[in-house]
């Protein structure tokens, strides 16, 4: 019999999966997990002891596995991509509010976070819900959204120009020379769970379709500034064993950069998703 519980991390965002060994868990406890996904956007394991091929083994019970094409890869497992961050560098990857793949037409369903080296304080993970942020809104600017499609890319963060390959996070990153674009709904219907959700994230959109850059950052900042509202949040204080899985499509996340002077090792698998209207 499961002796699964589920904890509430905050009002809107996040839930912690107590009484589960992931390299045991059972279809039923697969099924149980995967529906708080759904409903929570997050769900968060402690003291586990996940190796690299039992975390492709996990994965591999949530969906199909798509490999990250910029992150740097783990030696010896393709699968894994490594979000990384030595004690030199100052730049770390996910430092903003994002959702991971939205520059892909069909984005991933959602990504495992498994921790592997932690800086003594920090490095902690904010996620935020993106139901919640789109329930808030008027019904007025609601049906205003409804009519828009956000155009998404990550070539200012990863290609030649970008950022992030230009930070001294830069000769880690593989994929300079891919283009990326995806044209999504502002607002999306979960998969699972038919909610409403806000799709436009700070990091990878970058204006509304037909419209100019600058008239769509003025409602795009307006929706970021809404999102990243402090009770829509939860924040993941990580520990060593805690694994982590969100869903990108119901949540933004972003990885706290204040342990200048530390290593910070996190393994990450992207798990696919579907096409998202
Ligand atoms: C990510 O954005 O995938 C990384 C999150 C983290 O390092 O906490």
């Given at each position: 019999m499961s002796t699964i519980e589920l904890e509430k991390m905050s009002e809107h965002v996040g839930t912690e999966i107590l009484g589960i060994d992931l390299n045991r868990a059972s279809d039923a406890d697969i099924e149980t997990i995967k529906a708080e996904l759904a409903n929570r956007g997050l769900v968060v394991f402690r003291d586990q002891n996940l190796d690299e091929q039992a975390h492709i083994d996990f994965a591999k019970r949530i969906g199909p596995i798509v490999v990250n094409n910029y992150f740097p890869e783990n030696g010896k497992f393709p699968e894994i991509a490594e979000v990384r961050k030595a004690e030199t560098q100052l730049a770390n990857i996910g430092g903003g509010w994002h959702t991971d793949?939205?520059?892909?037409?069909?984005?991933?369903m959602g990504s495992i976070l498994v921790a592997r080296e932690l800086p003594p304080v920090g490095g902690d993970t904010l996620f935020a819900s993106m139901a919640a942020a789109y329930e808030s809104l008027s019904d007025g600017l609601k049906k205003t959204l409804e009519s828009l499609r956000a155009v998404h890319t990550a070539d200012h963060i990863y290609g030649p120009q970008g950022f992030l390959s230009n930070s001294d996070q830069g000769a880690d990153l593989?994929?300079?020379d891919l283009k990326t674009l995806a044209i999504h709904p502002a607002v999306i219907r979960h998969p699972v769970t038919g909610q409403k959700l806000l799709y436009v994230n700070s990091a990878f959109t970058t204006h509304f379709e037909g419209w100019t850059r600058d008239e769509s950052l003025v409602l795009l900042n307006y929706l970021y500034a809404i999102g990243m509202q402090e009770e829509f949040q939860c924040r993941l204080q990580w520990q060593p064993g805690t694994v982590a899985m969100w869903d990108n499509r119901s949540t933004w996340h972003y990885a706290l950069?204040?342990?200048?002077?530390h290593r910070r090792l996190m393994h990450r698998i992207t798990i696919d998703g579907v096409p998202i209207s």
């Open positions: 793949h939205s520059y892909d037409q069909i984005p991933a593989k994929g300079r950069n204040d342990y200048h002077g």
